[in-house]
C-alpha cells in the first residue's frame, strides 16, 4: 500500500483503477430439480472477497457450503445470478475458457486428495504448471520446493499409494498453491492431517496469503468446522438452509 498521509493508504491497484476484488457472487441461486421435485440449495446468496482476505464459509450440513464452493470454482453452474473471478464473469465464458480461469486464478483443495495414481508426488505437485506451459524443469523445482514446505522433500518420487493418507494430502496442498493462485477455495483443507502437518500446512497458506512468497497474495476461501481455524480467519461466512445468515467480522 501507499501512504497518503494522516494515517490514510492506498493500494497501487486502486491509484490504478483496479479492483480489490477477486471473487464476487451476486443473487447466487442454486436449485436441484429431477423432474418430479426441486430443491433449493442456495438462494440469493451475495458476498465478495478482496484480495489477501481470509474468509471462513460455516454452517450446518445441508446449508449449502459446498454447494457454494463449487459455485464459486466454476465447478458447476447456477440456476441464477453470477460469479465473477478477478473481474470475470464465469457465465460468459466457455467450459475451455473456464477450465484456463481455474488453473490461472484458483486453487483447489478439498477433503479427498485426487492425486493421480499412475505419477508420483511431483508430478501431481508439477501438473497445474506444465498445463499452463511452464518448461518442464522449472515446474518441477517450484513443485519441489512447495513439497518441501509441506514437509515431502523426502518424498517427491513416491506414488500415492506410497505415500500415507496425511502426506497424500499435503501433496494435494502443495498442488493447489504451486500456481500461487489469486484465490484458494479449500473444503476441510487440514481435517485430515494431524495438529503438527495442520498447523504447517495453515502457515503456508498464510504465507502465500500475505504475498510473502512472491505475487499479490493468494485470498482464502475455505469451508471449516474447526471453530479456531475459523476464528483466524478475516470473517465468517454464515449458511443458514441455502442463505448467508450473517458476516462476523
Known amino acids: 500500500s501507499i501512504q497518503l498521509g494522516k494515517g490514510r493508504k492506498c493500494s497501487l491497484r486502486s491509484l490504478l483503477g ?67 473471478v478477478d473481474g470475470v464473469n464465469l457465465a460468459t465464458l466457455s467450459e475451455n475458457q473456464r477450465s484456463g480461469v481455474r488453473n490461472r486464478k484458483l486453487g483447489f483443495i478439498y477433503q479427498f486428495h485426487h492425486l493421480l495414481a499412475e505419477f508420483s508426488a511431483l508430478d501431481n505437485v508439477a501438473m497445474p ?19 518441501g514446505r509441506v514437509g515431502l522433500e523426502h518424498r517427491l518420487t513416491h506414488k500415492p499409494s506410497a505415500l500415507s493418507g496425511g502426506e497424500r494430502q499435503r501433496a494435494a496442498v ?59 480467519m478475516d470473517r465468517v461466512v454464515r449458511l443458514v438452509d441455502g442463505v448467508v445468515d450473517e458476516l462476523v467480522p
Do not use: W
Open 18 to 84: 483496479m479492483s480489490d476484488i477477486v471473487l464476487e457472487c451476486k443473487n447466487l441461486s442454486r436449485v436441484f430439480d429431477d423432474g418430479e421435485s426441486s430443491v433449493s440449495v442456495l438462494r440469493e446468496v451475495n458476498f465478495a472477497v478482496q484480495r489477501r482476505e481470509r474468509v471462513a464459509i460455516v454452517g450446518t450440513s445441508g446449508s449449502g457450503k459446498s454447494t457454494l464452493l463449487h459455485l464459486l470454482g466454476g465447478l458447476d453452474s447456477p440456476t441464477s445470478g453470477s460469479v465473477l
Open 129 to 147: 504448471l506444465l498445463i499452463r506451459g511452464v518448461k518442464r524443469r522449472e515446474a518441477e523445482e517450484r513443485a519441489a520446493h512447495i513439497l
Open 174 to 232: 502443495a498442488r493447489a498453491l504451486v500456481t500461487e493462485p489469486a484465490v484458494m477455495l479449500a473444503d476441510e483443507p487440514t481435517g485430515n492431517l494431524d495438529s503438527e502437518s495442520a498447523e504447517q500446512v495453515y502457515e503456508l497458506m498464510l504465507e502465500l496469503n500475505s504475498g510473502s512468497a512472491g505475487g499479490d497474495g493468494t485470498a482464502l476461501v475455505l469451508v471449516t468446522h474447526d471453530r479456531d481455524l475459523a476464528s483466524r
